[in-house]
Structure formats: structure tokens, C-alpha cells
């Protein structure tokens, strides 16, 4: 890969971490076409070694939030109820004491954060409402999910009295969503699984991969160990987890070629196909929901949905109609008697999707033609290829299946 300078910010950044005990070998930052700034190995690597170690000290963690906030009083509101900042998830206080400008150290780590307008352009939260509406079905209830959360942290935190504006909290919030590590010490041991999170200065320099580098926790502090070899010049990766594209793309901004995970949520395009009985019966099944396909076909839990969306193609009563449907959950029943109306509908969603996608197609262009400042082009472009990332999916599935998948118009 062309070498190319991370800029002087990200050098003093460097040096400074350098300076106070932040270990970094055989690797170094470096600006990263599409993906902001990175890492590069800046000679062989083999797999196995370490490559960064960030001590404790360095962390932004719930508790150093509270530590830094300036006393706030504990109040008893009207029903009796104490407020104060236990009432915040760690992502809400980590977010109001950036915004707030309350955590004073490593101040040369802040300025190396991406501004509020690059957000604006990437992540799908901070877009205009009609450019989200774009999104592919999951992704807007992504969005929608993370809206209630901001609103939500955003009212508590100015509840509490912290001085904090609309814009300012979005952007905190906006940086811990997407540059925090999942942080779980031995103290934490009842807590809740989204709030084991902390900021990491460097290591939070990673970008993503499906396979990436190892990162370990332990008291002393995280360090990076190589998952491969790398050969110098090549970008040096963790992995965020096993998520789709549209996840990456509603919780960090952007669409990863060849994604080994991704798959297309169809929950829309199921879900209404069912009525209350039947939902509740997959609900106390736990059937209910998360229903995906990939190029590989439908997953076996869209494939119980469907199935009880179908019940009535079979004979018999209802309660052997939901035993049968048990058979085949338990894997005793091949399904093989309904499997032909199941393939129909499943032919029938694909192409409810290709025409979504369409749909989307036309009003991309008509919105590329007006050059409208915050639905920028680069948004555009994003959509565009998260549409087309789906039809790919659709088309290699429709092969599998013996028809044609459908084709997004230029
Ligand atoms: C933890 S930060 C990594 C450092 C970041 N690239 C920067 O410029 O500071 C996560 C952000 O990096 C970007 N990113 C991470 N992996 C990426 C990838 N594979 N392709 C494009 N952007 C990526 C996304 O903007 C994401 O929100």
C-alpha cells in the first residue's frame, strides 16, 4: 500500500504516546483512503506479537467519567427517586463528560478524533430524515433504535444539570459509539453487557476487518497481538465483531467489501405476513424475529416463519398443524411437504426487495441531481452500494435457487 502521512496531529499524537508509556512496535497511523486514519505495519510482522500496549492509566472508563465530572448534588426528584449519575449508561457519561469538556487529560488524544461534519456525512443516525428512509428496512429500525437512545441520554444528562449542547452531546456520543472496546474487568462482574465499554487512546486507531488482530484485556491494560503475518506497508486490523454491513454501517459509518458476515435482515418483510396467533406461537417458541438470507438461502429460523405463515396449505386441525411445525423446528420432519409454497413466498419477498431497491434507485438519482449540502454525495454513494451489496446477495441466491435475481438500473 502507497504510504501516506496521517497528518500532524496524529505525529504529535504519536510521539506523545510514545512518550508516556504507550507501547507501539513495527506499526504506526497512517491516513487510510475511505477510512480516516489507520494502521499500518511499518515492517514484517509475524503472527503472534505484540504490537501495542495501552496501561490502565490511559482509559477512559465509566469510572474516570464520574471522577472527572465536577460534584453534582444528589437530588431526590418528586416520586422520591435520587438522581444523580448513576442513572446514565456509561455510553451517556462518558459522552456528557466530552461533550462538557469535564475530562481534561490527554488532551493532544481528543484532538485526533473525527469532527462533527465527517459524522454527519457517514453516519446514517446523523443524516437528514428522508436520506434515512433510504436505508434497507433493518437499517432504519437500527437508526430508529439508536435515536430513542441518543433522545433519551441526551434529556437525562440535561437533567442532571450538565451544561451540554444538542450538537456537542450528539458528537460525544457519536465518537464513544464508535471508538469504544468492550471493557469487562473483574469489578465489573454484575454489570450490563452494553455498558462494558471504555475509549482507548491508539488502539482506538484500529479499523475493522472480519479477521483482525487479538485484543486482550488484562489489569495492566489492553494490548494488540498480531492474528497473521503482515508484511510492511499493509493495514494492520482488529475485528469490531461479526456484524453485517448494514450493523457497520448504522454503528460506524461504513460498508466493508466482501464482508464474510453480511447478510440481509428480512424481519419487514416477514413479519406481516404473520398474525397475532401466529407470532405469539413463535414468540413462545422463540422463533420470533431475526429472520435473515444470505447467498446460501434463508436462515432456518425465517424458514419456521415462514412455515407458520403457511400453516394453512396443510391438512388437519390446528393443533396438528402446530405439531408438525414442532417436527420440523426439532428436525424429526424434513418440511419437505410445505417446501414448495415456502419457495414461492420466499421468490415472492426477493422480489419485493429488488423492487425496494428500485424504488430507492429512482429516488437516489433524483436527490444526486440536487446537490443538497448534509445528504452529501458521499451518502449517496453509500446507499448506492449497500443497495447494491443486497441485489448481489439476491442475485447469488436467486442462481442457488434456479431463477434470476434482479439488477439495480444505471
Ligand atoms: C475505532 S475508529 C478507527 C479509526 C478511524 N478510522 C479514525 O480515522 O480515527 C472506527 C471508525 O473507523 C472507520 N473504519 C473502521 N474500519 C473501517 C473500514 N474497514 N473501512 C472504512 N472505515 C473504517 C469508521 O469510520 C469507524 O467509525
Known sequence: MAELPAGQVHDDFTTWAR???????????????NAGIGIVA????????????????????????VASVPTLPIRTDENGRERGLHELRTHALIAAVLATKSYKE??????????????????????LQETQQLLTPSAISHVNRQREKLETDFNLVKGLGFEVTKEGFEHAWVIVNTRTLFYKPASYKDALREDCMCL???????????????????????????????????????????????????????????NKYDDVNIDSFILPRLNQVQKSHLESRDFLGDYNLDQTGFCFRSQVALRMSLLNVRSGNAAEKLNWLQMYIAGV??????????????????GEIINRASDVNKELKRLEGLDRGTSGSNTLVMLRKRWAQVLDIIRELGVNMGWDGGKLEE
Open 106 to 127: 490527554q488532551k493532544s488524544w481528543l484532538d485526533v478524533w473525527p469532527n462533527h461534519n465527517s459524522f454527519k456525512e457517514f453516519m446514517p443516525l446523523l443524516w
Open 333 to 350: 420432519y424434513d418440511g419437505s411437504r410445505e417446501e414448495h409454497f415456502v419457495q414461492e413466498t420466499e421468490n415472492r419477498i426477493c
Open 42 to 65: 511499518t515492517e514484517d510482522i509475524k503472527a503472534g506479537e505484540t504490537l501495542v500496549f495501552t496501561p490502565s492509566s490511559f482509559l477512559l472508563t465509566r469510572e474516570v467519567a
Open 200 to 258: 482507548c487512546p491508539f488502539i482506538d486507531y484500529f479499523n475493522h476487518s472480519d479477521e483482525g488482530c487479538k485484543v486482550e484485556l488484562s489489569p495492566k491494560g489492553f494490548t494488540v497481538i498480531s492474528n497473521r503475518e503482515y508484511r510492511a506497508g499493509d493495514q494492520v486490523f482488529v475485528s469490531y465483531g461479526p456484524h453485517n454491513n448494514d450493523f457497520l454501517l448504522c454503528e460506524y459509518g461504513f460498508l466493508l467489501d466482501n
Open 19 to 33: 512518550q508516556n508509556g504507550i507501547t507501539i512496535k513495527k506499526v504506526k497511523v497512517s491516513a487510510i483512503p
